[in-house]
C-alpha cells in the first residue's frame, strides 16, 4: 500500500518527460495489483477480513494511481500509455471472455471495468479511444445476446443462445457512466466531430431499448443474481442516459422521454418485487433531481408531464391495486427531487383529503384512506 502511494506521488513530482520512460513497468505492476492480488498473498495476523480489506485497499490505491498515471503520462505520441493498456495481451483476453460468456461479476470482471472506466472517464481523447476500441462491439453482443429483434429475452447462467451476456453489458454501462463524466467535465458540451460522441449517438437508440426490454423481464425475488444484476445495470444504464448534460444535445426529447416512460411503467405496475421497484422509483428521483441541478429547464417541463403527473395521480383514489403505502411512498420520494415537485404533490394530497373526507361516514375503507393521506401529509411533508 505504502509503495503504491510513493508511485503516486512520484509520477506528480517527476513529471511526464521523466516518468514516461517507466511506463510499461507502472503498467505492469498496477495490472498486477488490479487482476492477481489476492487475501492469500498478503501477510496478515488479522482475521480474513481484515485481510480481505487490506485487499480493497491496496486495490483502491491501485486504481488511484492508475489514475494519475494516465492523466500525468504524456509524451509527444501521447499514445504510449494508453496502447500500453488497450493493447495488453490480457485486457484483450479478458475483454473477449466476458463477451464470449454469460457469467456473473466477479473480481476479474470488475477490474476491467475500473480499468475501462478510468481510461473512458480521463479525457475526451481518451474516452474516444475506449470507444472505438470496444463499444459498438459491447452494443452489437449484448443485442444478439438478448436477441434484439425477438419479442422475449432469457437471462440463464448456462450457454444459452438467447441468454444476456452480463459481462457485456456491465462494461458498456462503465463505459457510458465514463462518457457522461467526460460530458459533465466540458462545460461547453462535447463538439459534434468528436468521435465517441458520434458512436454514442450511432448506438443510442439500440441501447436504450435493450435496457428498456430488460427491464420487461419478470424480475422475482427468488430468481438469481445474475437476472437481478442484469435488470439493476439496464436501471443504471438508463440514469447515466437521461443524466447526461442537456447542453450536449446527445438526447433527443423522445429518447428522454422513453426512458422515463420506461421507469415510471415499472412504479406503476411492477410493485411486486420491492427492491426492483425502489431501484427504479430511486432511479427516477435522481434523474428528476438531475434535472434541476443542470437548469435543465426543458427536461424540467417533460418530467413533470411524464413522472410528477403520474406518480400524484397514484394517490388520488382509494380504489387501485397497488398498495397504497407504495403509492404515498412514490408520491413522496418522487416530490424529493425538487422543492416544486413536493409543492405539487402536497397540493395533491390536500385536495384528495378534502374530497374524500366527505365521504368518509359509513365507509371504514374511505375513512382509513383519508387516515392514511394525513398521516403522509403531517409526518412526511410537513417536516
Known amino acids: 500500500l505504502d509503495s503504491l502511494k510513493y508511485l503516486d506521488n512520484c509520477i506528480h513530482c517527476y513529471g511526464a518527460d521523466r ?35 487490506n485487499k480493497n485497499q491496496i486495490k483502491s490505491e491501485a486504481e488511484h494511481c492508475l489514475k494519475t498515471a494516465v492523466t500525468y503520462i504524456h509524451s509527444p505520441d501521447r499514445d504510449i500509455f494508453i496502447n500500453l493498456i488497450l493493447l495488453d495481451e490480457d485486457i484483450v483476453n479478458n475483454i473477449h471472455s466476458v463477451t464470449t460468456e454469460e457469467k456473473s461479476i466477479d473480481s476479474s470482471l470488475q477490474a476491467l471495468g475500473s480499468v475501462v472506466s478510468i481510461l473512458a472517464g480521463s479525457s475526451t481523447y481518451l474516452c474516444t479511444r475506449v470507444f472505438q476500441a470496444h463499444f459498438k462491439r459491447l452494443v452489437d453482443i449484448l443485442g444478439n445476446s438478448a436477441g ?66 430488460l427491464l420487461t423481464i419478470d424480475c422475482q425475488p427468488t430468481q438469481s443474481a445474475v437476472r437481478k444484476e442484469c435488470v439493476s445495470c439496464a436501471v443504471k444504464g438508463l440514469l447515466i442516459l437521461a443524466t447526461i448534460p442537456e447542453q450536449c444535445s446527445l438526447l433527443l426529447e423522445n429518447a428522454y422521454e422513453d426512458i422515463l416512460q420506461m421507469l415510471t411503467l415499472v412504479i406503476t405496475s411492477k410493485y411486486e418485487n420491492a427492491h426492483f421497484w425502489r431501484l427504479s422509483l430511486k432511479t427516477l428521483t435522481s434523474i428528476g433531481s438531475s434535472a434541476v441541478e443542470l437548469h435543465a429547464s426543458k427536461r424540467e417541463m417533460v418530467y413533470n408531464r411524464i413522472v410528477v403527473d403520474k406518480i ?37 394530497l390536500e385536495e384528495t383529503v378534502i374530497r374524500n373526507i366527505s365521504q368518509v361516514n359509513g365507509s371504514i375503507e374511505c375513512a382509513d384512506y383519508v387516515a392514511c393521506l394525513i398521516d403522509c401529509y403531517s409526518s412526511r411533508l410537513l417536516p
Open 312 to 348: 400524484i395521480c397514484l394517490a388520488e383514489s382509494c380504489d387501485a391495486s397497488m398498495p397504497l403505502n407504495l403509492r404515498l411512498e412514490a408520491c413522496f420520494e418522487v416530490g424529493t427531487a425538487s422543492v416544486n415537485y413536493m409543492l405539487r404533490v402536497a397540493r395533491s
Open 19 to 53: 516518468m514516461v520512460t517507466h511506463a510499461s513497468a507502472i503498467w505492469f505492476k498496477l495490472k498486477e495489483v488490479l487482476f492477481s492480488l489476492s487475501s492469500d498473498q498478503l501477510l496478515s495476523s488479522g482475521s480474513p477480513k481484515d485481510a480481505e480489506n
Open 148 to 213: 434484439f429483434d425477438s419479442q422475449h429475452l432469457s437471462i440463464a447462467n448456462g450457454s444459452s443462445p438467447a441468454a444476456i451476456n452480463y459481462g457485456a453489458l456491465y462494461l458498456s454501462v462503465q463505459m457510458l457512466s465514463s462518457c457522461r463524466e467526460v460530458a459533465v467535465a466540458s462545460r461547453e458540451g462535447v463538439p459534434a466531430e468528436e468521435s465517441w460522441w458520434l458512436i454514442l449517438e450511432e448506438k443510442l437508440d439500440q441501447i436504450i431499448h435493450l435496457f428498456g426490454k
